[in-house]
């Protein structure tokens, strides 16, 4: 009768860890305040057409959805750069009329001293609005 105690215990210890380790990045948020702040600049930075990037991005994975179409947004990653200095990418996959995947890397780097969001590839560069020169 232990025995199935003790089975049981160890199912349970090996679930939770297993949960833990699996868990979606949404439930398991970023330790560093800095790079949280990094991201939330870029995700809530003014894009082209839309009020943010992140609405941007969410609206276009809608809109396949909507023509029948997959779109998959990926997840965000925030890098350290240096100083100051932090790096946000995201992918974003959509499915072509005959089925053939696109793959598109967004990159932005960030500068926490002067909250500025520069698009650092061409695809972030096509939904980040220019800086005012």
Avoid: C
């Avoid at 009768?1 to 380790?21: D, E, Q």
């Avoid at 100051?84 to 696109?102: C, H, K, N, P, S």
């Amino acid at each position: 009768m232990k025995i199935i105690h003790y089975a049981i215990v160890a199912v349970l210890v090996l679930g939770v860890g297993y949960y833990l380790w699996m868990k979606p990045p949404s439930l398991n948020p970023t330790p560093d305040s800095r790079a949280a702040e990094a991201l939330a600049l870029v995700q809530s930075h003014q894009a082209q057409g839309y009020s943010t990037i992140l609405e941007a991005m969410t609206e276009h994975v809608r809109s396949m959805s909507e023509r029948n179409r997959v779109a998959r947004l990926g997840e965000w990653r925030v890098k350290y750069v240096e100083g100051d200095q932090y790096e946000i990418r995201v992918q974003l996959r959509d499915q072509g009329v005959t089925g053939q995947w696109f793959e598109r890397e967004f990159i932005w780097h960030v500068d926490l001293s002067s909250k500025k969001v520069n698009a650092a590839s061409l695809a972030a560069d096509g939904v980040t609005p220019k800086a005012p020169e």
